[in-house]
């Protein structure tokens, strides 16, 4: 029984240092946006949860004084955590998911009832046993309302990832859809080690399986840095290459694979005139033109070629654009680019205009590289910018 206990205690230390870790280089490497600076409470919430575990547990075996009051300030703490936790996650995923949820204040302050309706809850435990108690002998039990915590906890990992796995069936997600299928099945692991501590109780299996699941999560964020561009949240030019020698090889020989190069008209003088903040969120307007041009194109498409598309800013004021398409869906997507920044021009109220050139070409069997494809591109991309003289 004694190294039992050692052992569960050192798995939850053990846990507990591998999240550290993992917020420690949050805090240095992963705060450029948004979605990783939503990163770094959930980290910091499972820490909470691994060490109000540890020290509970220590108390229920006697490790360490016990006391009554403290044991159930403890496991609310326990639980409260691994509510904030599924919040925090939610948060973070739908950040990722670049959902209307994430950007709605309305929406994150409705959601988060169930977290204020759980501190509630725990507030009243403290007097009546509904969740849990703790009698004189220092015997836990369950209280009636006892499963309507992890109901919270479900609540909260089960909304992001029904919708992820969604928008990873859906067609015109393609590009995103490794990503989706990684939030989708995030609680998969959890799940089942909240359900083997919740039937064994000393058994540590959660914070293993919590554990094993940041760092899935963690490795995804660390491969975003390295393939994502900062700015614009885009494909960076080292992923967009590898992503067209994939295409390369795994198309059809039948399949016809598609580089659009753009470049915006007058950037230099936005960023001369108005300022390089400007400068920048005009470069973020095109980006997100562009990406929903691209969804768009892949979901009105009629051809019966299975599409494929990547986008990724090439650098500077330059974008690109690879797809396995046919040719119509080539030129339906420029239309689509000019025609949203058109519109945007006409209710943005800008005193400037966002305008691309925009080349085309047709990747050949003797190109051999991708960087030959691009020349090709960028050589169609620079007789429209002359004519636009």
């Known amino acids: 029984m004694a190294s039992y206990i050692v052992l569960y205690t050192e798995l939850n230390i053990f846990c507990s240092l591998i999240i550290l870790l993992f917020l420690m280089h949050s805090f240095h490497g992963l705060g450029e946006n948004i979605s990783q600076r939503r990163f770094i409470p959930a980290m910091l919430s499972l820490i909470v949860f691994f ?5 509970w547990y220590m108390m229920d075996r006697g490790l360490i004084f016990q006391n009554t009051t403290c044991s159930i300030y403890l496991k609310s703490v326990y639980f409260l955590s691994a509510s904030c936790n599924g919040y925090f996650w939610m948060r973070y995923f739908e950040t990722v998911m670049q959902s209307k949820l994430s950007k709605s204040r ?7 009832i169930p977290l204020f309706l759980h501190l509630l809850l725990c507030i009243i435990n403290i007097k009546i046993p509904i969740l849990f108690g703790i009698d004189a002998d220092f015997v836990y039990h369950r209280g009636s309302l006892f499963l309507l915590q992890y109901v919270i906890i479900y609540i909260y990992i089960l909304n992001p990832c029904v919708h992820a796995l969604y928008l990873a069936l859906q067609k015109e997600n393609f590009v995103d859809r490794e990503k989706y299928f990684l939030i989708a099945f995030f609680p998969i692991l959890p799940a089942i080690g909240g359900i083997f501590q919740f039937f064994f109780p000393r058994l540590p299996v959660n914070c293993v399986a919590s554990t094993l699941a940041s760092t899935i999560i963690y490795l995804g964020e660390l491969t975003q840095q390295i393939s994502i561009e900062p700015l614009t949240g885009l494909d960076n030019k080292r ?6 020698e994939q295409y390369i090889v795994s198309k059809e020989e039948e399949e016809p694979l598609y580089l659009m190069m753009l470049d915006m008209n007058r950037f230099k003088d936005i960023n001369d005139t108005y300022g390089h903040i400007e400068g920048d969120y005009a470069i973020c307007t095109v980006a997100n033109i562009i990406k929903n041009a691209a969804n768009e194109m892949l979901r009105d498409s009629i051809t019966e070629i299975r599409k494929r598309i990547t986008v990724a800013r090439y650098g500077g004021d330059e974008f690109v654009i690879a797809m396995i398409a046919a040719e119509e869906d080539a030129l339906y997507l420029k239309a689509l680019v000019h025609d949203h920044l058109k519109e945007y021009n006409k209710s943005a109220g800008k005193p400037y205009e966002l305008s691309t050139s925009i080349g085309i070409a047709l990747w050949k069997p003797e190109y051999e590289t991708p960087k030959a494809l691009i020349e090709i591109a960028d050589g169609e991309l620079y007789k429209e910018k002359k004519g636009r003289r």
């Open 51 to 55: 060490i109000s575990d540890t020290v």
């Open 106 to 112: 309305k929406h994150l302050i409705f959601l988060s």
């Open 239 to 244: 992923h967009f290459i590898q992503t067209v």
